[in-house]
């Protein structure tokens, strides 16, 4: 049985040009050239997290599937890098499907988990099918989202689970933000970072985590007596709290 819904909140851009493979290559976090569907990210030449989306080859050219609230800003950042390249950037006219169980014909399995399931591009969703509660999956499995724990140049991509998502290749060669990322990748253990914590109450995304009178982070999306929280591991020890919400810490990152 397979379970899939039109995912409206997403933009499918279409790279074109001869360059299009080699300027994505220079710019982007994973390798464009390693085939199937691609989990990857822009970051700022200080390494932080600008953008994430996925990319699939097709050939002729590449679809990039990206949140659709962020699709006009990174249109903007891509043509910046452009200059002279041989690439044309548009919009695809293309919907983006999801879902879980077994995958349609064309189907691709999201390259972050296995948990995730599949997407797919201009394939009719099943309306008939209950709605996916896709928080409660993220939450389980500690992967962050567009706009909630992955916030514009703020975040580094490997506090933000980026390595153990497949999001990064370590021997691609060079891109916006590599020396920054290789630096992190090289010390001997991050002291921040997103963390799956228990959670009794609720409180909204982005509330302060206090341990000790000290601030020890920031809770993001709760599903199930579960959270996730970017958190100063030194100060995630015993309990803590995030506005009338009790919180501990249920694990650390791999």
Not at 16 to 35: A, H, P, Y
Not at 50 to 73: I, P, R, S, Y
Not at 116 to 143: E, F, K, Q, S
Request: proline share 4%.
């Amino acid at each position: 049985m397979k379970t899939g819904e039109v995912a409206t909140d997403r933009t499918v851009l279409r790279i074109g040009g001869k360059d299009r493979v080699d300027f994505l290559q220079g710019l982007v976090t994973n390798d464009v050239t390693r085939g199937g569907l691609i989990w990857a990210a822009l970051l700022t030449p200080q390494g932080k997290y600008l953008f994430d989306f996925f990319l699939l080859d097709q050939g002729d050219v590449l679809l990039l599937d990206v949140k659709a609230e962020v699709a006009d800003a990174l249109v903007q950042r891509l043509s910046m890098y452009r200059l002279r390249a041989d690439v044309s950037i548009d919009a695809a006219g293309v919907s983006v499907t999801r879902g879980l169980g077994d995958a349609p014909d064309g189907a691709l399995p999201d390259p972050r988990h296995p948990d995730l399931g599949w997407r797919a591009y201009d394939l009719a969703g099943d309306g008939d099918t209950p709605a996916i509660n896709w928080d409660a999956i993220r939450v389980a499995h500690n992967i962050p989202e567009t706009g909630i724990e992955l916030i514009a140049n703020d975040s580094y991509p490997l506090e933000c689970g980026f390595e153990r998502l497949h999001g990064v290749d370590f021997r691609k060669g060079c891109y916006v933000g590599q020396e920054v990322t290789a630096r992190m990748k090289h010390k001997t253990a991050l002291r921040k970072g997103l963390a799956l914590v228990e959670i009794e109450g609720a409180a909204p995304v982005g509330t302060e985590i206090i341990a000790d009178g000290k601030s020890a982070g920031t809770l993001f999306t709760q599903s199930g007596g579960h959270a996730i929280a970017y958190l100063r591991f030194d100060r995630a020890t015993g309990d803590m709290c995030a506005g009338d919400a009790s919180v501990t810490l249920a694990d650390l990152p791999a």
